[in-house]
């Protein structure tokens, strides 16, 4: 069973930045592509930023100049630098990697940004 362990959430102020990140029981290599997603109380799950393995990335619109995904495949994991954070930031933040065929989930992390 492929595992991802999502961690770096917390509690920060608007403007404020938060890295996540996501490590991988198995060799990233695995993957052919990971991200992230984010689900806030009462909305469903949403697509954030993920990253393949050629390194193409794709981001949300509205984190977009923000937010960041990279991968150390050394360490295998993969983050998520957020900067400027917004309350509409505020959300469980999930890591997501497709290997073999099966998309695996992590845990989730909560990030919420309040004054």
């Known amino acids: 069973q492929i595992q991802l362990v999502e961690s770096g959430g917390g509690l920060v102020q608007p403007g404020g930045s938060l890295r996540l990140s996501c490590a991988a029981s198995e060799s990233i290599f695995s993957f052919g592509v990971m991200g992230w997603y984010h689900q806030a109380p009462g909305k469903e799950r949403e697509f954030v930023a993920t990253?393949?393995?050629?390194?193409?990335?794709n981001y949300k619109n509205a984190v977009k100049g923000r937010f960041t995904i990279s991968r150390d495949n050394a360490k295998n994991t993969i983050y998520l630098q957020m900067n400027s954070l917004k309350p509409e930031d505020t959300a469980v933040y999930y890591c997501?990697?497709?290997?073999?065929?099966?998309?695996?989930w992590g845990q989730g992390t909560q990030v919420t940004v309040s004054s």
């Open positions: 997501r990697g497709l290997a073999n065929g099966v998309w695996y």
């Open positions: 990253i393949s393995s050629s390194g193409t990335t």
